[in-house]
């Protein structure tokens, strides 16, 4: 009987640890950013896997970012999920007039202007996750005094499959294993920059980053990961072609003395000197934009593209024309050279242009257990990837101009119903268990309480039966009295 209850008991848990395809400590996401992979590389994809991952996940028509289609503006929206002019990260150096500084990567008040906001990754370690950041930009400072588990500061020339190899490391980890994962990687932007989007040179790159991305789920699969974790790829812009022969030199045009700039092209924010009158320097600016490839940006633009109402904004905002930079780029050249690139030429690769501008256009896929498989989503924004991530990990979303509704298609199957239905089945394996338990228990019971009936007694009444019915054969003898009739006879 013993030996019956131990296989139920086996069986069940057999059962519904069958029916339990979820991480122990919840769900586990993994976001990777590929610095400047633009949505038109994918029409000349030179590798195979990424495809394979579209067929498998989910994705937008339009994958939309912010204005300006800077690398560290763009990844803190992800981050926070709210616009450029309310983080307050406008470009990838800003001028903070209250701190009379300018603010670059290394400085944490870059990412610190609106204490209102606080980064998925610090939201999910306040409420007891556990984060991790590869290199992403403004991860590496405490929010709300508090740091994430893992961190790796930025390197130039990172290697990706090294990158995704940590990833595991940190997924799998036997005390702290990392439920949330932000990975950035400044491939193909860096080349890109360097040779021109159209160029062999990226290509080559972006052949490297598929075979990175294949390695990753590789491990993942090994590490029995692939049908656990979710994992999210996506880019902050594209990139677009320029030649050195379409910069615009400012010093060339107007007197540059009454005024500095921060930021990078295209987009300058220009800041006009103490004691200077700024229409000075505005009339000069917009009569030379006329007929040099550049405007001063309207207010009309700036509402629309929610690039206002910040003091990191100045009043006058130089924006250049498709392919064309300003004399700032002249310095990226003189990088390349620097460093020994080879085979360059005279074109060469920038972003920062309005997200309307098709080469702008980022790449979102979602693979996982929580996504779709091979679905088209409507259009959605990059700042809305904050709400999915809070809903998917179950965390308290703080302020943001994000949209949930928006980005929910992608989803096929929330994290907390893919928690819900492991939980129903242990439930009715408890059930179950216990009814048997019961059962048998009550089986064991009646048993034992049954009446004892000594010899005499049966004999007795044996007799008296048989006395009563006159000698007549009892046709509902049982075994124990037909075994006895032979002794009262002789008795």
Sequence with gaps: MWALVLALVILCCGWCSGGLEVSPIGPQIVVISLDGFGQHYLASYPGHFLP????????????????????????????????????????????????????????????????????????????????????????????????????????????????????????????????LVMVYHEQPDLIGHAYGPDSPQVLAELKKIDSALQYFFHELEIFGLRDIVDVIILSDHGMMSVKERDIVDLSALVDTSKFFFTGSSPLLNVWVKEGVNELDVYRPLEHQGVSNHYRILEAAESKAWHYENNPRISRITLLADDHYVFQDFYEFIDSFKEKKYKDLTDTHGEHGYPTTTTNMEPIFVAVGPSFHRGFKAP??????????????????????????????????????????????????????????????????????????????????GYVYRKTMRKEKPLEDRSEEECLLEPEVEEV
Aim: proline letters at 7%; one cysteine or more.
């Design 52 to 179: 394979t991952l579209y067929s498998r996940g989910a994705y937008p028509e339009k994958f939309s970012n912010q204005f300006t289609t800077k690398t560290f503006p763009n990844h803190f929206s992800v981050a926070t999920g709210v616009y450029e002019d309310v983080h307050g990260v406008v470009g990838n150096t800003v001028y903070d007039a209250a701190l009379n500084a300018t603010l670059d990567i290394h400085n944490q008040s870059l990412f610190t202007q609106n204490p209102s906001l606080i980064p998925i990754w610090t939201l999910n370690e306040l409420v007891g996750g556990h984060s991790g950041c590869i290199m992403w930009p403004g991860c590496g400072f405490p929010y709300r005094n508090k740091n994430v588990t893992f961190f790796e500061p930025f390197r130039h020339s990172a290697d990706l499959r090294g990158e995704m190899y940590r990833v595991v490391e940190w997924l799998t980890n036997a005390t702290t294993p990392a439920n």
């Design 379 to 460: 259009n959605f924004s990059n700042i809305d990837v904050y709400p999915l991530l809070c809903r998917m990990l179950s965390l308290p979303a703080g302020p943001h101009n994000g949209s949930f509704a928006a980005i929910a298609p992608v989803l096929a199957q929330p994290s907390t119903t893919r928690l819900l239905k492991p939980l129903i089945i242990a439930l009715a394996c408890m059930v179950l268990l216990v009814g048997v338990v019961g059962m048998v228990a009550c089986a064991l019971t009646r048993r034992s309480h049954k009446r004892t009936v000594s010899a005499d007694s049966l004999i007795n």
